[in-house]
């Protein structure tokens, strides 16, 4: 960020560190207040600008930003941030908060008003904070003995015990308390509290304690109290079937709501069975639905940040999330959701999970296993592949028969085992479970981009795609390379998968990258592949012109003296077009190209009479321009073979069979030149040169014929 986007001239102020502040060198802003509250430190939020008091809008608060807002104010820690509504159409100042979290005041970060019907109703702790910790729950204790006093004292760990600690986690809002140590986030700190504290531990406030009346003199730097306390917000997974499966909701502030999960994917989803002690995450559904309440919006699932930090209330109350966890199997270490050392679980009342030995598990038991968490076939079953064993180990053997839905319900042997060499700890690979598509654009190459995830087929879409993420896809379809993606606007009745172009380059469409979202927008991907591949194929007047296969090359035989026809046809994809065919000539080594219109998806080429010289490959080239750009499409190559025909008597039968044939041909041909035919007649290959001095012609021929030049004889 640059600093000058923060700021509206060079001068500006930056909020003076932790240290600084414990030295009570820093001052309360004279531009920045809390009224309405019951305290210096509780209120609306007010912001000075241009001689006006004026509210700050109340939308994307968290208590991580707020702090910076508590600091500058010479409060304590961040304890709750609401919306207070306001009467619609009054201004309010908006913050940007990468500026704030730089470091400057409030005042030099104003992105300018917003007229918006809600404002910003802080809360602050009055008399206790915690300094240079991991987050709002942790840090160096610092205490004020009342609001008037501008002095925060360090606290020396000799004053200080676990029922005084149990205070302040509950007063900054935090879980119970998890760590007390000297020096932990610091050394004391002038000036130093004097008193001892004698909390009974159920007090709601460090002040409301008992004090001792004798003062401590001395305190060594390395004794200052380092605090840690837990997270307190909880999860919960309710309306469901089973205890890892329903609607979640989250307790933050004391406030049970639903979670927004607009923007989670599966990865945020495991996060949080992971908390509820249940497996994988398999399956997470977003729903619009009026809940009737305000809703939780948390940015920072995956950061490892405690939720405390990043919730914030949200009024986008329709959309709701329906997430299914795992019961009793989870993948540990793995690179993505689908990979990891195999853990199990009993049953969910039991809070250990089982580590499983490489000799009780076999492909059978993976694909179980893989279908359960909701991924592709199993693609690597190896030892230690993604750690060695851990207590406690699994002691019975899975025989699963392949198709269970879970792996419990598999048989399990009676025998018990008693050991398993570290190196044994099943690791397992499953692949990814998506299939892609391409719909509504008239090949499989081209269209609107579908993906099936869970399921369920459903328009993807990323925002930041390019022709890079475009050419994965088209790879992956086995469609060549990438030629244009164009962003769609269309309603759709149900929410569309999403995902990111960094998910995309690192390994397609990756399991844990894929987010269910409501959008008007999707991908109309072509790629170069467009067309099928069109089919050549030879026919002779004789009758006995044959073809076969082998291999990926075509073979057919006709006749020496006889006519056949080289036909290219293609299904039906795209209107118009034409067909090249292609060969060489075997004499002058030379590549000649005859081009018909398409009609009816087909061309025919006639060649009148059958010579050695015949005897080459043959391939035809559709071409098309649709999408703004000409695509094209090689039929596998047909090679011809030229056999001498029968001996008499057979050759005297044939021969006038064939010549009356031929003079029919030409009598239509004639008939037909002076008339508007819908039938496309075929391209007739005259004179092809045999060596006798004619001069060979090259290039594309359009027309009802190619005369007599030298072609063939």
Known sequence: MVLSDCCSTLTFSVIPSSGAQAEGKHMPTESVRLVGGDSRCAGILELKHKGDWKHVLGFEWTLKKAAFVCRELDCGSALSTRQIHESPGIPVLRIKFDC????????????????????????????VRLLNGTGLCSGRL??????????????????????????????????????????????????????????????????????????????????????????????????????????????????????????????????????????????????REYLGRLAWLIECVQSGSALKECAESSYTSLPSSKLTCSDSVRLLNGTGLC???????????????????????????????CRELGCGAPSALQGALYGEVEDPVWSKEFQCGGNESALLDCRISDSARTTCSPDKAVGLTCSEPHEIKLVEGGSRCAGRLELKHEEDWRPLFGSDWTLKEAALVCKELDCGSAVSIKKERKQFS???????????????????????????????????????????????????????????????????????????????????????????????????????????????????????????????????????????????????SVSDPPVFPLR????????????????????????????????????????????????????????SSGIIS
């Open 100 to 127: 704030l979290q730089s470091g400057f005041t409030l005042e030099k970060c104003i992105r300018g008003f917003y007229s918006a019907s809600s404002s910003l109703y802080l809360t602050c702790s009055d008399s």
């Open 142 to 287: 610092e205490v004020r003995s009342n609001q008037s006093s501008q002095w925060w004292s360090s606290v020396c760990k000799a004053d200080f015990d676990l029922q005084d600690a149990e205070v302040v986690c509950r007063e900054l809002g935090c879980g119970a308390r998890s760590a007390l140590q000297g020096a932990l986030y610091g050394e004391v700190e002038d000036p130093v509290w004097s008193k001892e504290f004698q909390c009974g531990g159920n007090e709601s406030a460090l002040l409301d304690c008992r004090i001792s009346d004798s003062a401590r003199t001395t305190c060594s730097p390395d004794k200052a109290v380092g605090l840690t306390c837990s997270e307190p917000d909880e999860f919960r997974l309710v309306g469901g079937d089973r205890r890892c499966a329903g609607r979640l909701e989250l307790k933050h502030e004391e406030d049970w709501r639903p979670v927004d999960p607009s923007d989670w994917t599966l990865k945020e989803a495991a996060v949080v069975c992971r908390k509820l002690g249940c497996g994988a995450a398999v399956y997470l559904e977003l729903k």
């Open 339 to 369: 990979s990891g050392r195999l853990e199990v679980r009993s049953n969910q009342s039991n809070q250990w999970w089982s580590s499983v030995c490489e000799a009780d598990f076999d492909l059978q038991d993976a694909e179980v296993v």
């Open 494 to 640: 149900k929410p569309v998968w999403k995902i990111s172009s960094d998910c995309v380059q690192s390994g397609l469409l990756l399991k844990g990258c894929i987010q269910s979202t409501y959008s008007t927008s999707t991908w109309n991907l072509i790629c170069s592949d467009l067309l099928l591949q069109p089919i050549i194929a030879v026919s002779s007047v004789d009758g006995v012109s044959k073809a076969y296969e082998q291999g990926l090359l075509l073979m057919g035989r006709v006749l020496r003296g006889f006519s056949f026809t080289i036909s290219c046809s293609i299904q039906p994809q795209y209107p118009g077009g034409s067909f090249q065919l292609n060969f060489i000539s075997s004499f002058f080594n030379a590549e000649h190209n005859y081009t018909q219109p398409a009609v009816n998806h087909s061309a025919y080429f006639l060649f009148p009479v059958a010579e050695p010289a015949h005897q080459i490959n043959y391939t035809c080239v559709y071409q098309v321009y649709v999408f703004s750009h000409t695509f094209s499409s090689e039929s596998h190559p047909l090679s011809v």
């Open 652 to 707: 005297v039968v044939f021969q006038p069979v064939t010549l009356l044939l031929l003079s029919a041909a030409l009598y239509f041909c004639c008939k037909a030149r002076g008339q508007t035919s819908n039938r496309q007649e075929d391209t007739e290959l005259v004179n092809y040169p045999l060596g006798v001095g004619a001069v060979e012609r090259e290039g594309d021929v359009q027309g009802d014929h190619l005369l």
